[in-house]
């Protein structure tokens, strides 16, 4: 299986911050990783995909970027909405793990 | 509009059997494969297993094969996942998602369906 590592699995910052969160694949994925947002007692939202396709409707504040093993998901000003956890997801081979999360918090 | 509808909340009682479900409109149902996704109170997601409508061609995780089944009918576009005894640990939320035909990504989710095993 692969396993991916997200560093940090929390973080504070304040509004207007850059936030940076990385994922580590334990084996190449080429670009075959996504981004998911998800707010308490809600579905996933997905943010990213292809390592850095910004989906439809996610604010252009949200990046994403990297390939093989090391992606990052940029928040380029933190936003009170952004309040929430932050998981990665590769979807290169079976079984298509996520990573453990990172809880953003706004100061 | 695209949307994925799952079940009710359950409650059941450890050894008991359970169904739930999720059904998918908007869309070609036969042509999307529909994974489903775990999240036990207060943790990260876990990613079950995944199963193609069209021919039921189903994928599981490791650390679920044996313990869940996914199956679908695709006569009335709806996917299910399956316990034969619910264990106390069942107890999660339970995500579907449909799966990109070509990017792979989980653009849409279903609302969740949370399990409660409790004797």
């Known amino acids: 299986d692969i396993q991916l590592t997200q560093s940090p699995s929390f973080l504070s910052a304040s509004v207007g911050d850059r936030v940076t969160i990385t994922c580590r694949a334990s084996?190449?994925?080429?670009?075959?990783l996504a981004w998911y947002q998800q707010k308490p007692g809600k579905a996933p939202n997905l943010l990213i995909y292809?390592?850095?396709t910004l989906q439809s409707g996610v604010p252009s504040r949200f990046s994403g970027s990297g390939s093989g093993t090391e992606f990052t998901l940029t928040i380029s000003s933190l936003q009170p909405e952004d309040s929430a956890t932050y998981y990665c997801?590769?979807?290169?081979?079976?079984?298509?793990?996520f990573g453990g999360g990172t809880k953003v918090e706004i100061k | 509009e695209v949307q994925l509808v799952q079940s009710g909340a359950e409650v059941k009682k450890p050894g008991e059997s359970l169904k739930i479900s999720c059904k998918g409109s908007?869309?070609?149902?036969?042509?999307?494969?529909i994974g489903w996704v775990r999240q036990m109170p207060g943790k990260g997601l876990e990613w079950m297993g995944i199963?193609?409508?069209?021919?039921?061609?189903?994928r599981y995780s490791p650390s679920f094969q044996g313990q869940v089944t996914i199956s679908a009918d695709k006569s009335i576009s709806t996917a299910y996942l399956q316990w034969s005894s619910l264990k106390a640990s069942d107890t999660a939320m339970y995500y579907c998602?449909?799966?990109?035909?070509?990017?792979?990504?989980?653009?849409?989710w279903g609302q969740g369906t949370l399990v409660t095993v409790s004797s």
């Open positions: 292809g390592a850095s």
């Open positions: 908007g869309y070609s149902f036969t042509t999307y494969w």
């Open positions: 998602a449909r799966r990109d035909s070509t990017s792979w990504h989980f653009a849409y």
């Open positions: 199963i193609y409508p069209g021919d039921s061609d189903t």
């Open positions: 997801q590769q979807l290169h081979s079976y079984p298509l793990t």
């Open positions: 084996q190449g994925i080429s670009s075959y």
